[in-house]
Every structure is written in C-alpha cells, then in structure tokens.
C-alpha cells in the first residue's frame, strides 16, 4: 500500500495561505475590531470588489435588505459566546453591482492561548444556484397546480353546463307539453345551481378571504348548521342525528363565517358518507387550551391509503366532489391556528374533530 506520508508532507508545503488563496469558497479574515484584514480572490470574483476596497471595512458593508440587525445581533452573541465561538447559517448579501447572493456563511472567532479574540474567519458558499433551482421547482410546482386545477374547473363546469344547453334547447320545442317544461325548468335550476356553487368552491380554495376574528359562539354554529341540515330530507334521509353541546363552552376568537363554512364540509361529508342511514353523533366541549367539535358517521369509514390524501386540494372519491371540502377546511383552521384531525377504521365510520385556540381564562 502507499504511504500517505508525502501527500501529507506536500499539503504541509503549501502553506495556509496558499489555502485561503486558492479556495473556491469566499473567505475573509477581520482583525478583532471586526475590520476586514484580507479576502481571497473567490471573495473578489463572488462580490465584485476589489481586495483594496474590501480591506479595512466592516463585512457589514455587504449587508442587503434581508439580512436584519436582529440577525447581526444574534450572529455576533454566538461568535463572542466563548462556550460557542461561531456562527453558521444562510445570509443573503449584496454584491457590488446590486445583486443579492444567497450565503451559507461561517464565521469562526480566532482566539489565541489566553483566549482573548485575535479576530475572525469568515467562510461562504455560494448558494445562489441552489435557491434558483428552488424557486425553478416550486414555479413548476405552482405550474403544474394552476394545469390541474383548470383541468378539474373545466371537468366540473362541462357537466352541468352541457345539461343547461340540452334542457334551454328543449324549452325551445313549442310542441313541449307544460309538465315536461317544468321539469326542464327544474333540471335547469338545479343545473344553474350547481355550476355557481362549483365556482363558489373554487374561488373560496384559490382565493381564500382573509380571517376577521370576532368573539363567537362555537355551540350557536354548530346548532345553526345541525338544524339547517336536520330539516333538510334530501340529505338525512333514514340517517339520524344527535347533537350534543357542551353548556360551559366560553366563546372564542374566530372568523364565524370561516368557521361555519369547516362545520359545514365537515357534516355535509359524514352525511353524504352515510348515504342516508346510520348515526351522525355531533358533540362539542373543551380541552387545556383549545375548544372543539368532534363529528362521528357510521359510514363506511376511510381507508389507509386514502387518508393521508383527504385534506389536499382536488383530492375526491365522489362522482361529484370539488375535492376542496377538507383542503378549504384544513386552510381555514391553520390560518385559526386550529387543526383537524381524523380517526378511521375502515367499515367502523370515521371521526372528524375540530380544535380551535380558546383564550386563557
Ligand atoms: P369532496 O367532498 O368534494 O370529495 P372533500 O375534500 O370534502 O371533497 O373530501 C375529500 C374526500 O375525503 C372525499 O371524497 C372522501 O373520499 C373522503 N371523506 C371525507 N369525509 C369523509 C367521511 N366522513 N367518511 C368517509 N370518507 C370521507
């Protein structure tokens, strides 16, 4: 085997500084009074300056909008911190012809024997690639959701829309007696219906109104929502429902329209999942911190596979589902700082709770 030995004798011959000249990597040493003693030419290359015009100025003469003095404090407590002496992390500095380079800086406190601070070595990397290639792949992302968002807006709309022209061009058949025009009649507002609520969904998940926190009554909207789908038979069915509300629940900060909107989905989804039969049990009640609505069906329940999946956008199991129900309610409670949270056991239904930030009493 060869001896290492005349590498390690040949790297010795190169001295240090021969090191720092030759890096592809910015290095910069400051004296203690954070001056800037030298940089190397990959320093040069990188920023623009000249070595005369870096040496004897403060680094911070590279700072750029996003670097703040809160972030220049911190750097500097862990560099000084004797228990420390470093810092390591992303900055974005600014070149000498204005663009901004994104950094992974490390900044090392040089201290002789005595431990008093001689001054400090600064290394960067250039990350400037990394990050383009990250904005790149998260456009094409946002490319590719507009591409199936319009590819499931153009699904959803053609389906009732062709409906509308059939049942308009049959109105225009004089010979239709009054019964068969009313029941064109009918399918065409139910049709009409149908296409303005798709649209509503879509634009309430693409474009979701910002939050207007008021004090509201978890119990009272929940009432509200039980009792308009109770009386409405289409929906019920043979189901029964049983509501349950906790009397001591405080009222808490919420957006109630929001908020009313996850009560909605939420049910609307175990209702439609019990396809007329079974037991929605519906309670409410309080936890350390939080208040919330749990929403129990003895559907069919949710499969493992699938349950991972219920909460992005477009996701549906339904001949007519949006798939935006559960992604327009996670939205909504993330921008609460609540959650959703669902338990399932295939055959054995599903359980949907809801928790929303109750204030400290
Ligand atoms: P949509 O109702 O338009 O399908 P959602 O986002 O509300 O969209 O729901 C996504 C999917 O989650 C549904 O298609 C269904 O497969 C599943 N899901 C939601 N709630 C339940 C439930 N209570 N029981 C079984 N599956 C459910």
Known sequence: MKSPRPALDRLREVSLYEAFRRSNDVMFYCDRDSGILDVNPAFVR???FKREEAVGKNPRFLRSAHSTAELYGRM??????PSQGYWRGEIVDKAKDGREITLL???????????????????????TEQVSLKTRVA????????GEMAAVVAHEIRNPLGSIVLASNQLANEALSPSDRGTVMKLLRSESKRLSDVLASFL???????IRLSRADLNALVAEVCGIL????EMMRHARMSVSLAPDLAPCPMDPEQIRQ?????????????EGYGRLTVSTGREPGHVFLRVRDTGPGIQPAVLPQIFKPFFTTKQQGTGLGLATADRIMKAHAGAIEVESKPGEGATFTVRLPRPEE
């Open 46 to 48: 990188l920023f623009g």
């Open 76 to 81: 500097w407590e862990s560099i000084l911190d």
């Open 105 to 127: 800086l490390s900044i090392t406190a040089v201290r002789d024997t005595d431990e008093g601070v001689l001054g400090f070595m600064a290394i960067g990397m250039d990350l």
């Open 139 to 146: 456009q094409s992302e946002a490319l590719a959701n507009i």
């Open 204 to 210: 309430t998940y693409a474009r979701p109104p910002s």
């Open 230 to 233: 109770q009386s409405d038979r």
């Open 262 to 274: 996850v009560v909605w989905n939420i049910l609307v989804n175990a209702l439609q999942a019990m």
